[in-house]
């Protein structure tokens, strides 16, 4: 990730910093990056990640959220709609780059100095639906901020916006039901037995009478992904409709964070979110919809926009901003410290770009040359069909592949007959690697899914299996958890690459 431009916020001019920056992109859609002699690669701005109020910011829409009429960048919602009855189900026009330029088109007329008026007075500044000025970016030949050109940041949306506050909700809802205490889920918080992946990103603590649950939003990704094996033995209803609120925005989530999507899965995904947010408003009618249920119902259209909203989210630059924050600390000049920083950040850079942080794309840890002798007949016969019994292939106990840890013990998804129905989850014996390959040698489990927990209970084994790993139907890697009743896995990513009419 490079660094384009740095401005402190107080001398923060729109027109001045991002317009330099419009000109250096205006080179590279017309003229281009000069890559040989004489060859030219030209390319354009695809779309600009924020979170709502930086996006807002730069493309000249109304950053104020809570009183202004039109607060969506999308649609032409306005805040009365949205909070009339069914006002979020109806559908409103969306924004279009001919809707924009209108807009601006009367803002100038507007803004056109009278020279008949002799004082000034101060007014309120000048926002027609919700637009407040041309963004600089609009220049540009190939973007424009309504084509759409600002995702949203599903980490500030769903996470920090829709499911902390509603999660609380349904927690404070089931602990008034006598499901659990505070204190018992608390405890088990604490005491539950992570995956080395989950505890990077563990629970926090719910604390009874804050508003929202608390932790930044790949905690509270863990929380709604594991809150049913949390509290998989105090369900006391698996019909209740705040259990299924929750599974079904845990489902949504699964799905709308899928490093791949295929089309048929985004119509799925918006009746789901449309499902979810009748139901929350249903269950909990005095507690009104926030801003962000209305962004999120947006979500279907986006992700077919964007494509997978998981690679437009903001957390990415949010770590880059760690760097800047530490060169900051030690420091400890504020002179120019734009410059600073800059100087700091293109030095680290250059540590980079020659090597300093190169990582390969494949680790093995504990390795040994394969030995097939000491495994049974049935391994053998797996092995067999990759002709794999030689003495060039390494096994291992972990492996890493473009930064997804693969260990002895882990789940993999190895096959399927239809989202959600007859996967089957192998776990992994042997991994192995013959320098061109990795291989899994995985137990076939019994695997079903449980729909009133949303996750996959394993039963016994059925027989060996070896794949390669572009033949698993997903690259995630599956911790076996084991409760006091039964073992299963609990993914990340919902399993929606493939069309859903294929079945
Ligand atoms: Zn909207």
Redesign the pocket.
Known sequence: MYLVALSKEKSFDHHAIFGKIVEDLKEIETVGVEFAPGQFIKGSLVFITGDNLGSHGLGGFTENFSTSQYF?R??L?TKNSFESDDGIFEI?PERTIDSYKKVINKLDKKRRPRIRIKKVIKKKPLIIQGIKFDSAFNKLGFYHVCLPGLPPCLGHDVFEGVLAYDGKLFLDYLVEQDWFSYKQLNKRIEIFKYSPEDQRDKLCSVSPKSQKLSGAACQLWTFIRLLPLLIHDKIDDDENPVWKCILLLSEIIEIICAPAIHETCIVYVHLLICEYIDLRRTLFPLKLLRRKH?YFK?YGELIRKFGPLMKSWTLRSESKHCFMKRAVRFSRNFINITKSLSIKHELYQCFVRSGGEIKSDIELKNTVKLNVGKYNEAIRQALAKFELCKETVDECHEIVKNGITYRNGDGLFISRSGYQYKIIVGKICIILYDFVEVYFVVEVLETEFIPYLGLYKLGKATGYQCLKINQLISLENLHIYNTKSFSCVKPKYGLVEQSLHEY
Do not use: K
């Open positions: 969506c999308y649609c919602i409103y209305h947006h």
